[in-house]
Each structure stands twice: as structure tokens, then as C-alpha cells.
């Protein structure tokens, strides 16, 4: 908010506030308490290691850094920052934690941190690192065109949410590449472009949803994934953002997202003869 309106500074005061009470909760090692209950005037601290919460302060507080140049801030990004470099090195770009084992969405949450850490600070060790996350997650996206139903998504990411989120970061990622003059930054575009397909194949629309119920409500929501019908906002938020992106970077250029040539005749023929014997 304080980007759209910066004369008012309600909104950055807000920010401050969050993030001073944010560098209470970082430990000495690093990690971040990722819940914080307050009863009574007294406080309790669940003390479990959370690549999202750990991951979504460093973003915090490095954005907190660019707009203020208030060192604090900094420093408590370097703090996270130097746990999540270690915890990469030590358990490659695949990340467990006490919430989830090794898996691609908290692998992402680590890459979309440093990427906010970068942009402040071209440390060069934050880039190579995230170029490692960045291309384990290619490797682990399903590129198939003859699977269309699986075609885009990420091997362990069965939800519109966790889908439409890698997408959202591999749009910051891109643009930051783009702008650094990185190499090899198409790749990540043309990961975007097979996510966005997906998910667009996976959004409520009049052909359907003609058998859930209130379907007007359900258009444009995100099929929350293949074993039930909802739609979650925090799906819809995520995909939409990455499609956004994506929208940005292609401008007026119309892509064909995929293409299923029709099988030549003198192919088929030999096998309906087939199927008739």
C-alpha cells in the first residue's frame, strides 16, 4: 500500500511497527518463531522451524530495508538469510522443515526471499542460490503434452494455491533476471507459460461448472485441486498475481499456450484397420 500511496504515511508506519516487533521473533540461530499467542499479558512462543514464516520475514524485512535504509531491518534479513544459505547447502535446493518434508512450494517460499534480499543487497551468493532452487523446480515441473491434465503443474504441487504461488515467484524471478541481465532467463518465462495454462485449465468457467452448486459465484475461482470442487482465496490470490505477471511480460503478444496438431489421415487409417480386425 505504501507503494500505490506513499504521501500517506499510515501504511509504512503500519509496516515498521510489524517489523519491529518481526526482529523480536528471529532467534539466534536464525529461525523464526513461527506463532506467537498473547494471553493474559503473558506470551507463547511455539518454537518450530517454518520455511514459511521464516521465509516471509526475510521478504518483510528486506522490503522494509529498501523503502526506510534503516540498517535494522537489514540486519535481521542477513540473520535469516545465513540460515536459509545454510540449510540449502546442507540439505540441497529441496527444503524440509517441521511442517512439511523436502518439497517444491517451500523450496519456493526460501527462492521468493532471497529474491527480495537480492534486490537489496547484490550479494552474489543470494543469486546462485536461488538460480539452484530455480532450476530444481524446472526439472520438477511435467512437461507433457500428450498429459495435458498434469501438463504445467509441479510434480508435488497438486493445488491450484501451491501451482499458482511457484508461478507468482517464477514471474519476480524473471523480472529480476531480465532487469540483472542474468542468462538462461527464458526458461523461466516459458515454466510461466505452461503454470498459467494449467491453471487456466483448472478455473470455474460456464462450460464447468454446470454441476456444482451456485456456478455464477464459482467463475473465475480456482478448482482448489482433483479431489474436491471449492475454490480457496488465497488459490485465486496466488494464480491471479502470476498471471498478472505474466500479462506484464508479454504485453500484446499473443502465444498459443499449446498445441494439439490433428494426427495425419495416412496415420490413423492403419489404425482403425487395426481396431476393426
Not at 526475510?58 to 534479513?77: E, N, P, Q
Not at 532487469?179 to 495454462?197: G, P, V
Amino acid at each position: 500500500m505504501n507503494q500505490h500511496e506513499p504521501q500517506n504515511r499510515v501504511y509504512l508506519d503500519a509496516a515498521k511497527a510489524a517489523g519491529n516487533w518481526l526482529l523480536t521473533m528471529i532467534k539466534d540461530d536464525g529461525n523464526v518463531i513461527p506463532v506467537a499467542r498473547c494471553k493474559d499479558g503473558a506470551w507463547t512462543l511455539k518454537d518450530k522451524q517454518s520455511f514459511l514464516y521464516t521465509g516471509q520475514v526475510l521478504s518483510a524485512l528486506s522490503r522494509l530495508y529498501g523503502v526506510t535504509g534503516d540498517s535494522h531491518y537489514l540486519d535481521g534479513a542477513h540473520k535469516i538469510a545465513e540460515l536459509l544459505l545454510s540449510e540449502v547447502a546442507e540439505q540441497g535446493p529441496l527444503v524440509a522443515d517441521d511442517y512439511r518434508p523436502a518439497n517444491s512450494i517451500s523450496s519456493s517460499w526460501v527462492m521468493m526471499s532471497l529474491i527480495d534480499l537480492a534486490k537489496v543487497d547484490p550479494a552474489p551468493v543470494y543469486r546462485k542460490t536461488i538460480i539452484e532452487i530455480a532450476d530444481v523446480l524446472l526439472q520438477r515441473q511435467i512437461v507433457s503434452h500428450s498429459d495435458l491434465f498434469s501438463h504445467g503443474r509441479y510434480l508435488d504441487a497438486m493445488t491450484t494455491s501451491g501451482n499458482g504461488w511457484i508461478n507468482e515467484v517464477m514471474g519476480e524471478w524473471y523480472n529480476f533476471c531480465s532487469q540483472q541481465q542474468l542468462t538462461d532467463c527464458q526458461h523461466y518465462r516459458e515454466a510461466m507459460w505452461r503454470t498459467s495454462r494449467w491453471l487456466i485449465q483448472n478455473a470455474y468457467n460456464p462450460q464447468n461448472s454446470y454441476d456444482i452448486a451456485n456456478p455464477d459465484r464459482a467463475h473465475g475461482g480456482m478448482i482448489t485441486n482433483f479431489n474436491t470442487w471449492t475454490v480457496r482465496t488465497d488459490a485465486v490470490c496466488h494464480a491471479l498475481n502470476g498471471l498478472i505477471s505474466l500479462l506484464a511480460i508479454e504485453g500484446n503478444n499473443k502465444r498459443t499456450l499449446v498445441s494439439l496438431p490433428e494426427q495425419p489421415l495416412r496415420e490413423i487409417l492403419p489404425l482403425l484397420r487395426a481396431g476393426n480386425e
